[in-house]
Protein backbone atom coordinates (compact mmCIF):
# COMPACT_ATOMS: atom_id res chain seq x y z
CA UNK A 1 0.00 0.00 0.00
CA UNK A 2 1.29 3.68 -0.58
CA UNK A 3 1.35 5.84 2.16
CA UNK A 4 1.43 9.00 2.45
CA UNK A 5 2.66 10.63 6.12
CA UNK A 6 1.97 14.44 7.12
CA UNK A 7 4.07 14.91 9.46
CA UNK A 8 6.69 12.46 8.93
CA UNK A 9 9.69 13.32 10.87
CA UNK A 10 8.38 14.61 14.21
CA UNK A 11 7.39 12.58 17.59
CA UNK A 12 4.92 9.99 16.07
CA UNK A 13 5.74 10.47 12.67
CA UNK A 14 9.11 8.54 12.61
CA UNK A 15 7.84 5.79 14.30
CA UNK A 16 5.02 5.88 11.94
CA UNK A 17 7.44 5.73 9.27
CA UNK A 18 9.71 3.61 10.54
CA UNK A 19 6.79 0.52 11.24
CA UNK A 20 5.11 1.20 7.54
CA UNK A 21 7.94 0.12 5.92
CA UNK A 22 8.66 -2.15 8.88
CA UNK A 23 5.12 -4.25 7.41
CA UNK A 24 6.16 -3.67 3.75
CA UNK A 25 4.42 -0.43 2.85
CA UNK A 26 5.27 2.19 0.07
CA UNK A 27 6.20 4.91 2.12
CA UNK A 28 5.65 8.87 0.79
CA UNK A 29 7.13 11.46 3.70
CA UNK A 30 5.42 15.01 3.08
CA UNK A 31 8.02 17.55 4.07
CA UNK A 32 9.65 20.67 2.52
CA UNK A 33 12.91 18.41 2.09
CA UNK A 34 10.58 16.37 -0.04
CA UNK A 35 9.37 19.64 -1.98
CA UNK A 36 5.98 19.91 -0.53
CA UNK A 37 4.83 22.37 2.02
CA UNK A 38 1.72 21.39 4.00
CA UNK A 39 1.01 24.57 5.44
CA UNK A 40 1.78 26.62 2.29
CA UNK A 41 -0.28 23.60 -0.03
CA UNK A 42 2.51 23.23 -2.40
CA UNK A 43 4.08 20.15 -3.97
CA UNK A 44 0.77 17.89 -2.94
CA UNK A 45 -0.41 17.32 -6.20
CA UNK A 46 3.01 15.42 -7.21
CA UNK A 47 3.41 13.90 -3.40
CA UNK A 48 -0.07 12.21 -3.68
CA UNK A 49 -0.07 10.81 -6.99
CA UNK A 50 -0.81 6.88 -6.69
CA UNK A 51 -1.54 7.79 -2.33
CA UNK A 52 -4.09 5.45 -1.13
CA UNK A 53 -3.92 6.62 2.87
CA UNK A 54 -2.76 9.70 3.91
CA UNK A 55 -1.65 9.65 7.85
CA UNK A 56 -1.71 13.13 9.11
CA UNK A 57 0.12 13.38 12.11
CA UNK A 58 1.39 17.12 11.81
CA UNK A 59 2.06 19.15 14.97
CA UNK A 60 2.68 22.53 16.22
CA UNK A 61 3.52 23.83 19.87
CA UNK A 62 1.19 26.41 20.89
CA UNK A 63 -1.34 27.55 23.96
CA UNK A 64 -2.66 29.87 21.38
CA UNK A 65 -6.32 29.21 20.45
CA UNK A 66 -5.90 31.56 17.29
CA UNK A 67 -2.90 29.88 16.10
CA UNK A 68 -3.73 26.31 16.53
CA UNK A 69 -7.06 26.59 14.85
CA UNK A 70 -5.20 28.21 11.91
CA UNK A 71 -2.56 25.56 11.50
CA UNK A 72 -4.75 21.88 12.07
CA UNK A 73 -7.25 23.85 9.91
CA UNK A 74 -5.24 25.28 7.38
CA UNK A 75 -2.94 22.21 6.59
CA UNK A 76 -6.63 19.83 6.97
CA UNK A 77 -8.16 21.54 3.99
CA UNK A 78 -5.00 21.53 2.06
CA UNK A 79 -4.26 17.80 2.48
CA UNK A 80 -7.98 17.03 2.16
CA UNK A 81 -8.39 19.11 -0.90
CA UNK A 82 -5.26 17.37 -2.32
CA UNK A 83 -6.53 14.13 -1.33
CA UNK A 84 -10.07 14.40 -3.02
CA UNK A 85 -8.08 15.24 -6.24
CA UNK A 86 -5.73 12.44 -5.78
CA UNK A 87 -8.93 9.89 -5.28
CA UNK A 88 -7.15 8.81 -1.72
CA UNK A 89 -8.84 5.75 -0.32
CA UNK A 90 -8.41 6.57 3.39
CA UNK A 91 -7.56 9.70 5.19
CA UNK A 92 -6.23 9.06 8.60
CA UNK A 93 -5.86 11.40 11.19
CA UNK A 94 -4.40 11.44 14.91
CA UNK A 95 -6.12 13.30 17.55
CA UNK A 96 -6.61 13.84 21.52
CA UNK A 97 -8.65 11.62 23.36
CA UNK A 98 -11.27 13.68 26.09
CA UNK A 99 -10.98 16.72 24.17
CA UNK A 100 -14.39 17.34 23.61
CA UNK A 101 -15.26 19.94 26.37
CA UNK A 102 -11.57 21.81 26.27
CA UNK A 103 -12.92 23.55 23.39
CA UNK A 104 -9.79 26.58 23.44
CA UNK A 105 -6.15 26.72 22.86
CA UNK A 106 -4.16 23.63 21.71
CA UNK A 107 -7.26 21.17 21.36
CA UNK A 108 -9.98 23.65 19.82
CA UNK A 109 -7.17 23.33 16.92
CA UNK A 110 -7.41 19.26 17.01
CA UNK A 111 -11.22 19.72 17.21
CA UNK A 112 -11.53 22.14 14.31
CA UNK A 113 -9.17 19.55 12.32
CA UNK A 114 -11.58 16.84 13.56
CA UNK A 115 -14.71 18.99 12.25
CA UNK A 116 -12.98 19.38 8.59
CA UNK A 117 -12.17 15.94 8.21
CA UNK A 118 -15.72 14.30 9.35
CA UNK A 119 -17.39 16.57 6.62
CA UNK A 120 -14.39 15.92 3.60
CA UNK A 121 -15.75 13.88 0.92
CA UNK A 122 -12.47 11.96 1.79
CA UNK A 123 -13.04 8.61 3.33
CA UNK A 124 -11.46 9.19 7.01
CA UNK A 125 -10.88 7.98 10.20
CA UNK A 126 -9.98 10.26 13.37
CA UNK A 127 -7.96 8.24 15.50
CA UNK A 128 -7.62 9.45 19.46
CA UNK A 129 -4.92 8.80 21.83
CA UNK A 130 -3.88 9.66 24.51
CA UNK A 131 -0.89 11.40 25.49
CA UNK A 132 2.89 10.40 24.70
CA UNK A 133 5.48 9.25 27.10
CA UNK A 134 7.87 11.58 25.46
CA UNK A 135 5.66 14.51 26.33
CA UNK A 136 6.88 14.67 29.49
CA UNK A 137 10.25 15.49 27.97
CA UNK A 138 8.81 17.78 26.04
CA UNK A 139 7.02 19.79 28.85
CA UNK A 140 10.15 19.59 30.74
CA UNK A 141 12.35 21.23 28.37
CA UNK A 142 9.74 24.15 28.12
CA UNK A 143 8.96 25.09 32.03
CA UNK A 144 12.16 23.90 33.63
CA UNK A 145 13.60 27.49 35.25
CA UNK A 146 16.93 26.88 37.02
CA UNK A 147 16.59 24.72 39.48
CA UNK A 148 13.32 24.20 39.25
CA UNK A 149 10.49 22.55 36.70
CA UNK A 150 6.63 23.96 36.52
CA UNK A 151 4.28 21.20 35.17
CA UNK A 152 0.75 21.79 34.33
CA UNK A 153 -1.73 19.80 36.27
CA UNK A 154 -2.74 16.64 34.11
CA UNK A 155 -4.28 13.69 34.65
CA UNK A 156 -3.27 11.80 31.95
CA UNK A 157 -3.27 7.83 31.00
CA UNK A 158 -0.35 8.33 28.60
CA UNK A 159 1.27 5.64 25.70
CA UNK A 160 4.32 5.51 23.99
CA UNK A 161 4.30 7.03 20.36
CA UNK A 162 5.73 3.64 18.68
CA UNK A 163 2.60 2.20 19.83
CA UNK A 164 0.47 5.23 18.88
CA UNK A 165 2.33 4.28 15.45
CA UNK A 166 1.16 0.95 15.20
CA UNK A 167 -2.50 1.89 16.00
CA UNK A 168 -2.50 4.38 13.23
CA UNK A 169 -0.91 1.71 10.66
CA UNK A 170 -3.79 -0.43 11.90
CA UNK A 171 -6.58 2.06 11.27
CA UNK A 172 -4.98 2.76 7.83
CA UNK A 173 -5.03 -0.97 6.63
CA UNK A 174 -8.71 -1.06 7.37
CA UNK A 175 -11.89 0.06 6.12
CA UNK A 176 -12.60 4.28 6.55
CA UNK A 177 -15.09 4.17 9.90
CA UNK A 178 -15.37 7.88 10.84
CA UNK A 179 -13.94 7.05 14.35
CA UNK A 180 -11.44 4.33 15.68
CA UNK A 181 -11.67 2.95 19.35
CA UNK A 182 -9.42 5.26 21.25
CA UNK A 183 -5.91 4.52 22.70
CA UNK A 184 -4.70 5.04 25.91
CA UNK A 185 -2.08 3.87 28.21
CA UNK A 186 -2.00 0.89 30.69
CA UNK A 187 -1.70 3.25 34.03
CA UNK A 188 -3.05 6.59 35.67
CA UNK A 189 -0.81 9.37 36.43
CA UNK A 190 -0.06 13.16 36.02
CA UNK A 191 2.61 14.55 34.45
CA UNK A 192 3.87 16.00 37.23
CA UNK A 193 4.47 12.13 38.18
CA UNK A 194 6.00 11.63 35.04
CA UNK A 195 8.58 14.17 34.88
CA UNK A 196 9.67 13.25 38.39
CA UNK A 197 10.17 9.87 37.43
CA UNK A 198 12.26 11.14 34.51
CA UNK A 199 13.66 12.94 36.33
CA UNK A 200 15.00 10.13 38.47
CA UNK A 201 16.27 8.00 36.28
CA UNK A 202 18.45 10.77 34.67
CA UNK A 203 19.77 11.60 37.92
CA UNK A 204 18.13 15.27 38.07
CA UNK A 205 17.63 17.11 40.58
CA UNK A 206 15.22 19.96 39.78
CA UNK A 207 12.49 20.11 41.37
CA UNK A 208 8.85 19.26 40.37
CA UNK A 209 6.00 21.44 40.95
CA UNK A 210 2.46 20.84 40.12
CA UNK A 211 0.67 24.04 38.94
CA UNK A 212 -2.87 23.95 38.35
CA UNK A 213 -3.51 26.34 34.60
CA UNK A 214 -5.96 28.69 35.38
CA UNK A 215 -8.77 29.01 32.85
CA UNK A 216 -10.77 26.57 30.94
CA UNK A 217 -7.45 24.80 29.84
CA UNK A 218 -6.07 24.39 33.14
CA UNK A 219 -9.37 22.88 33.92
CA UNK A 220 -9.89 20.58 31.09
CA UNK A 221 -5.73 19.10 31.93
CA UNK A 222 -7.06 19.37 35.47
CA UNK A 223 -10.14 17.34 34.76
CA UNK A 224 -9.17 13.43 33.97
CA UNK A 225 -10.91 14.16 30.66
CA UNK A 226 -7.38 13.39 28.75
CA UNK A 227 -7.18 9.94 30.39
CA UNK A 228 -10.04 8.75 28.09
CA UNK A 229 -13.56 8.22 27.95
CA UNK A 230 -15.99 4.90 28.70
CA UNK A 231 -16.23 4.50 24.59
CA UNK A 232 -14.58 1.77 22.85
CA UNK A 233 -10.93 2.45 23.32
CA UNK A 234 -7.54 -0.05 23.13
CA UNK A 235 -4.54 -0.24 25.91
CA UNK A 236 -1.00 0.39 25.16
CA UNK A 237 1.23 -2.30 26.53
CA UNK A 238 4.03 -0.10 27.31
CA UNK A 239 4.20 1.77 30.58
CA UNK A 240 5.82 4.65 31.38
CA UNK A 241 8.60 3.02 33.64
CA UNK A 242 9.41 0.81 30.77
CA UNK A 243 9.90 3.52 28.32
CA UNK A 244 12.28 5.27 30.02
CA UNK A 245 14.51 1.84 29.24
CA UNK A 246 13.45 1.44 26.09
CA UNK A 247 14.97 1.28 23.11
CA UNK A 248 12.47 4.02 21.52
CA UNK A 249 12.99 6.81 24.11
CA UNK A 250 17.34 6.53 23.56
CA UNK A 251 16.91 6.81 19.91
Known amino acids: MRIAIAGGTGTVGRHVREEAARRGHDVVVLTRGNGVDVLAGTGLESALAGVEVVIDVLNTTTLSTQKAVRFFSTTSRHLLAAG ?19 TTSYYAGKLAQERLVRTSPVPSTIART ?33 EVAAHLLDVAGSAPAGRAPDLVGPRDTTLAD ?13 RVLDLRLPGAYGAGLASGALRGGDGP ?15 HRRR
Open 84 to 102: ERAAVRHHVALSVVGIDGI
Open 130 to 162: AQFHEFAEQVAAQTSLGPVTLVPRTLTRPVAAS
Open 194 to 206: MVRQLYAADGTTR
Open 233 to 247: RRTGHLTFEEWLDSD
